[in-house]
């Protein structure tokens, strides 16, 4: 495609709902991350995967958050049971080669839990 | 975690002049990159140096590297209105390669 397509681009939930947003990268990037990014803050490193592995979850803020990649192009951010404190721009980003190299953004899914 | 730190948090100046914005990380790196983001947009690249080169340039941004000092500033020469916006470093984790970002500086340039 031609950029990082991120959906949806506003989410509200309820308190204890689950939500699962959607990344879809630019065709062929290798690289995909999750960063959350709260308002005023720098984003905040979440999750990485190079295809299909998900090779760093330690940004993971509990085990209520889930992150796929099942077919190395596609990616699920889950989080169950959303908390007043999920709420956060959530920004996807891919790359093409290696992981430290031009990361290309989505507009990001900014999700409030009321 | 975050990785860098920018500095100032915020800066504010008149159309014409130059902004300097710094940043410092804490490992050793690959390589640092500069981001750009418009209130309420993703991030945009803008400038990446690796760990063997101390400066680069891109148009009227400049972009040094110390990393013996682990520090890096972004330079924006003749600033326009349309420069607004938060400017943010990241640079790879070390053995990881995930790229980690600081918290940013918000920059505001006066027409």
């Known amino acids: 495609g031609a950029g990082v397509s991120q959906s949806p681009r506003y989410k509200v939930a309820k308190r204890g709902q689950d939500v699962a947003l959607r990344c879809d990268p630019i065709s062929g990037h290798v690289s995909l991350f999750w960063y959350q990014q709260a308002l005023g803050q720098g984003p905040e490193f979440l999750t990485y995967?190079?295809?299909?592995?998900?090779?760093?979850k330690s940004g993971l803020p509990s085990d209520r958050f889930f992150a796929e990649r099942p077919e190395g192009s596609v990616s699920t951010l889950k989080i169950q049971r959303t908390q007043q404190e999920d709420s956060a721009v959530y920004l996807c980003?891919?790359?093409?080669?290696?992981?430290?190299?031009?990361?290309?953004f989505g507009s990001g899914t900014q999700l409030s839990v009321l | 975690s975050q990785q860098g730190e920018e500095d100032p948090q915020a800066l504010s100046i008149q159309e014409g002049e130059n902004a300097t914005m710094n940043c410092s990380y804490k490992t050793s790196i690959n390589n640092l990159q500069w981001y750009r983001q418009n209130s309420g947009r993703g991030l945009v690249h803008l400038i990446l140096i690796r760990s063997n080169e101390r400066e680069k340039h891109s148009g009227r941004l400049r972009v040094t590297l110390d990393t013996s000092k682990k520090s890096s500033s972004l330079l924006i020469t003749a600033s326009r209105a349309a420069d607004t916006a938060s400017y943010f470093c990241?640079?790879?984790?070390?053995?990881?390669?995930?790229?980690?970002f600081g918290a940013g500086t918000r920059l505001t340039v006066k027409p």
């Open positions: 990241a640079t790879d984790a070390g053995n990881n390669n995930d790229m980690r």
């Open positions: 980003a891919s790359s093409g080669d290696w992981a430290s190299e031009k990361l290309f």
């Open positions: 995967f190079q295809n299909e592995a998900q090779l760093d």
